[in-house]
């Protein structure tokens, strides 16, 4: 059941801590993770779409609410008027579908050790009996949704653009604030979150209201934005629903790579080979992430893998990615048209407000959804494609990919367009320029490599999908038989 949250009060981050440390010191072998912690910075970079932020952009952890200013953003006569924010959920906790497997690999290391495994050549415990004992906290009914973690990837982010930005993120625009959200709990929560991050920026100290009670009003639901690919038949049918469609993700699953590991954690943890899968291997890893990300834990589930074998899983999740929200068919991409447009729709309308001499209306629009929000969205503008595709039979050859979910969708990831009147401009094409920020640093333009772009001319290279690429004809299946457009 949804259970959207109240009231949010703020405490400071060294109470929590303390806190979190007199519980955990409980548990056995339980170790707070250390900022330069060698196992799990190691691995920390191979998680996927389950990394956390700080992973991703490493001078978060010394000062999470300090704002970081790009150099290459645009300043001097150049104003930010607009900007549009693409926002991932923050971090928060396993679906109800991975906690079953993890309870199911949690079973058999128990049934191992009754059958009297457990005891190393030199009798001391080994990791399978580690983790037979280490506590399994995750409970069903955390489904996915978001963890005080996340709550903490919300109000952080809100409070850095806020300083970035703060003409646009001024207590006077807060009314003016345009929020819209997936229907999903975590990215409503995330909605929430981000609010009360910009009433600590606006009010230091004091607790913010509920949101219901903000004068901007709480984020709405717009799930055939945010979830475009609920709405899309075509990829329902050809990609979600088609047995067929992740063969590659399947086949790498059999392939030498992830036999070696399968073969390696089996004698590990002693237990029969045959006892184990692909998929129970994967959520053996991201248990590790997932103790990481939301207690800040170094499990004994970090244990089971290296570096090696990390680099493997993370193509694993990126074969999915790639399938299912990237390049892998061309429905994947075109599915997100409809949110590329209502983008520049708010770009529009605020360029031509500022062609009157009125005040944008909308100087801030935020948006909050999901990991397969953003991938589908950045494929289709261009970005991180790599020369040849990824398959379960080039794993070596894509070690040097540009396609790494990780690095470009973390939790609390962010794809934010600016846009900028500039004064002194010899001609009107020139009054606007674009700017586009991944996770807070300037994103160079897929075609150019350019780090900023006139509007116009970007508008014109996108020109195709603005004007030609519309949803409910992308979408709609081929009445006769047809067949996936594989790469």
């Known amino acids: 059941m949804l259970r959207a949250p109240r009231r949010l009060l703020w405490t400071s981050v060294a109470p929590a801590a303390a806190l979190a440390a007199a519980l955990f010191s409980s548990f056995a072998r339980c170790s707070l993770l250390?900022?330069?912690?060698?196992?799990?910075?190691?691995?920390?970079?191979?998680?996927?779409?389950?990394?956390?932020?700080?992973?991703?952009?490493?001078?978060?952890l010394a000062g999470p609410e300090a704002p970081w200013r790009d150099p290459e953003l645009l300043e001097g006569t150049c104003t930010p008027v607009q900007v549009v924010a693409l926002i991932r959920h923050g971090t928060r906790y396993p679906?109800?579908?991975?906690?079953?497997?993890?309870?199911?690999?949690?079973?058999?290391?128990?049934?191992?050790?009754?059958?009297?495994?457990g005891a190393g050549s030199t009798g001391s415990r080994d990791l399978g009996a580690a983790l037979a004992d280490w506590p399994l906290w995750y409970a069903d009914w955390m489904d996915g949704q978001l963890v005080e973690k996340g709550r903490q990837d919300m109000r952080q982010l809100a409070l850095r653009l806020a300083s970035l930005f703060p003409a646009l993120f001024s207590l006077e625009?807060?009314?003016?604030?345009?929020?819209?959200?997936?229907?999903?709990?975590?990215?409503?929560?995330s909605g929430a979150a981000f609010l009360q991050g910009l009433w600590q920026h606006y009010h230091p100290g004091l607790p913010p209201p509920d949101v219901a009670d903000m004068e901007c009003g709480p984020p709405r639901v717009n799930d055939k934005l945010m979830r475009f690919f609920d709405h899309c038949e075509k990829f329902l049918t050809e990609v979600e629903r088609n047995a067929t469609a992740l063969y590659h993700v399947e086949a790498f699953k059999t392939g030498p790579e992830m036999q070696n590991?399968?073969?390696?954690?089996?004698?590990?943890?002693?237990?029969?080979?045959?006892?184990?899968?692909?998929?129970?291997?994967?959520?053996?890893?991201?248990?590790?992430?997932?103790?990481?990300?939301?207690?800040g834990v170094k499990s004994p589930w970090c244990d089971v893998f290296d570096i090696e074998d990390a680099k493997v899983l993370e193509y694993l999740n990126d074969l999915k990615q790639y399938w299912k929200r990237g390049y892998g068919y061309t429905i994947?991409?075109?599915?997100?048209?409809?949110?590329?447009?209502?983008?520049?729709?708010?770009?529009?309308?605020?360029?031509?407000?500022?062609?009157?001499?009125?005040?944008?209306?909308?100087?801030?629009?935020?948006?909050?959804?999901?990991?397969?929000?953003?991938?589908?969205?950045?494929?289709?503008?261009?970005?991180?494609?790599?020369?040849?595709?990824?398959?379960?039979?080039?794993?070596?050859?894509?070690?040097?990919?540009?396609?790494?979910?990780?690095?470009?969708?973390?939790?609390?990831?962010?794809?934010?367009?600016?846009?900028?009147?500039?004064?002194?401009?010899?001609?009107?094409?020139?009054?606007?320029?674009?700017?586009?920020?991944?996770?807070?640093?300037?994103?160079?333009?897929?075609?150019?490599?350019?780090?900023?772009s006139f509007y116009e001319d970007l508008k014109n290279h996108y020109k195709d999908i603005l004007q030609s690429c519309q949803t409910s004809e992308e979408c709609e299946l081929a009445k006769a038989n047809s067949t996936s457009d594989e790469l």
């Open 173 to 189: 625009n807060y009314g003016r604030l345009r929020l819209i959200t997936s229907s999903k709990h975590r990215c409503v929560d």
């Open 332 to 452: 994947n991409s075109r599915s997100s048209c409809t949110l590329f447009q209502d983008i520049f729709q708010h770009l529009d309308k605020a360029v031509e407000q500022k062609q009157r001499s009125q005040p944008v209306s909308s100087p801030v629009i935020l948006q909050f959804g999901h990991a397969e929000t953003l991938l589908p969205l950045l494929s289709l503008m261009g970005y991180f494609k790599d020369k040849e595709p990824l398959t379960a039979y080039n794993y070596k050859e894509q070690m040097h990919r540009k396609f790494r979910s990780g690095h470009i969708v973390p939790y609390a990831s962010n794809l934010i367009f600016v846009l900028y009147h500039c004064e002194n401009a010899k001609t009107p094409k020139e009054q606007f320029r674009v700017q586009m920020l991944l996770n807070e640093k300037v994103l160079p333009l897929a075609y150019s490599q350019e780090t900023v």
């Open 95 to 117: 679906t109800a579908k991975q906690i079953r497997k993890l309870r199911q690999l949690h079973r058999l290391l128990q049934a191992r050790g009754s059958r009297g495994g």
């Open 34 to 60: 250390e900022p330069r912690d060698p196992v799990a910075s190691s691995l920390s970079p191979y998680f996927g779409t389950k990394t956390r932020y700080e992973d991703v952009s490493p001078g978060l």
């Open 261 to 295: 590991i399968l073969k390696k954690v089996a004698a590990t943890l002693q237990v029969p080979v045959n006892d184990l899968n692909a998929d129970l291997i994967q959520v053996a890893f991201f248990t590790c992430s997932f103790d990481l990300a939301i207690k």
